[in-house]
């Protein structure tokens, strides 16, 4: 998906159906967080920093085509290591 997809998909949808997919990815992210916790992984960053840090993995990817296919990779990798090195050392 394009940034244009995404632009074109969100004005074609209605406001209630946005914000249902908005409360979705939040419960996932609670969820996940959780999950992680009965792990015994602790987590020291805020949940909805995460919530929108895990977003933004969304986003960057919707412009993987101005990214180029092998910096884009590598640019995820490095993201998602950094998100994950956030939510467990909270720094």
Known sequence: MTLADFDY????????RIQKHITQD?????EFLERIKREGIAVKAPPSV??????SLFFVSLH???LG?????E???????LIARYIVEGV
């Open 9 to 16: 998909l969100i004005r074609k949808l209605p406001p209630d």
């Open 26 to 30: 939040d419960d996932f992210v609670k």
């Open 50 to 55: 995460i919530a929108n840090l895990m977003k």
């Open 64 to 66: 993987r085509d101005d």
């Open 69 to 73: 296919s092998k910096d884009y990779v």
């Open 75 to 81: 640019t995820m990798k490095v993201l998602t290591d």
